[in-house]
């Protein structure tokens, strides 16, 4: 039956001693050949994982495991994600990102915390000044858009007219004290920043 089946595809089964083994040699190189690749996907999916716990590391976000389940490939992603974490925990580093609005100083080991943490306020209030004097400016170029429209449009009651143009004047005047106040924190805070910088002889 077996050779039916085998003339039935145009193969005929080894008759001799010779054939048998060297088809016996073939098969067992096929199933070597087999086995190597399919172990070289497991090589390739821990190679990946320790690849996303290192960028997940110098990026200072928390550890994702959630769709790990082997054991092994766990402690392989956490070795790597260390090896970041400790790269974006250092002090010039959480200044750098610090004065980006950046605020995963807080993943870093606790007994780092402690002196990461002022070094994180210096560069957060700096962000917040910057951030602060910027929505400042653009509060104020709409109001100057806004009051452009209205002073192009007809007046039909001039004293309404004069008090809305006090009243303008005065909130002009707060705006531009507020501008002033957020410029002047604005400069205190880059003070800080170059005086932590010189500090630690950071360039």
């Not at 090896?83 to 980006?100: E, M």
């Not at 004097?133 to 858009?145: F, H, I, S, T």
């Amino acid at each position: 039956m077996v050779s039916s089946s085998l003339d039935r595809f145009g193969a005929k089964p080894p008759s001799s001693p010779t054939a048998v083994l060297k088809f016996f040699c073939f098969s067992c190189l096929s199933s070597l050949i087999l086995l190597t690749g399919c172990s070289s996907i497991p090589n390739e999916h821990s190679h990946n994982l320790a690849q996303r716990g290192e960028q997940d590391g110098l990026k200072g976000i928390r550890p994702r495991l959630q769709h790990i389940q082997n054991d092994e490939q766990k402690n392989q992603y956490l070795q790597a994600y260390q090896a970041g974490l400790s790269q974006f925990c250092q002090p010039k580093h959480i200044l750098d990102v610090s004065l980006k609005g950046d605020n995963n100083y807080q993943n870093c080991p606790t007994e780092q915390q402690t002196v990461l943490a002022p070094i994180y306020q210096v560069g957060h209030q700096y962000f917040i000044a910057k951030k602060q004097l910027r929505d400042l400016e653009r509060n104020q170029a709409k109001q100057g858009n806004h009051s452009s429209h209205q002073s192009s449009g007809s007046s039909y009651h001039s004293h309404s007219s004069s008090m809305s143009s006090t009243s303008g004047n005065f909130d002009q005047m707060d705006v531009q004290q507020n501008l002033a106040d957020a410029q002047h924190n604005l400069e205190i805070a880059q003070q800080q920043v170059e005086a932590l910088m010189q500090i630690n002889h950071w360039n």
